[in-house]
Nanobody
Framework: VQFVESGGGLVQAGGSLSLSCAAS????????LGWYRQAPGKQRELVAT???????NYEDSVKGRFTISKENAKNTVYLQMSSLEPGDTAVYYC?????????WGQGAQVTVSS
């Protein structure tokens, strides 16, 4: 399966952004889908996960600010981000959890200015 991310941009600290991720195949059977991010000079990290039953999990730094969801009928995963901080600046990717190497897309750049 391939993923295509969209919706990034430039926002001031405290603002909000929404990301979308379209999958090339049916996502219904994928046990877990996640949003990852990679900041300059840092390793890619998993920040949010959604499981087939709808349960979600978040990395501590984004808890209460980010919301992951999915819409099986559209094969799309979403990430709603609010109260953004400069530390959230990164390229955001979606993939399964654990990630499949061949499924990485181009990502969506999110830049948060102070």
């Amino acid at each position: 399966v391939q993923f295509v991310e969209s919706g990034g941009g430039l926002v001031q600290a405290g603002g909000s952004l929404s990301l979308s991720c379209a999958a090339s195949e049916n996502i219904f059977a994928i046990n877990a889908l996640g949003w990852y991010r990679q900041a300059p000079g840092k390793q890619r990290e998993l920040v949010a996960t959604v499981y087939t039953g709808g349960r979600t999990n978040y990395e501590d730094s984004v808890k209460g600010r980010f919301t992951i969801s999915k819409e099986n009928a559209k094969n799309t995963v979403y990430l709603q981000m609010s109260s953004l901080e400069p530390g959230d600046t990164a390229v955001y990717y979606c993939n399964s959890v654990p990630a499949y190497f061949g499924s990485w897309g181009q990502g969506a750049q999110v830049t948060v200015s102070s």
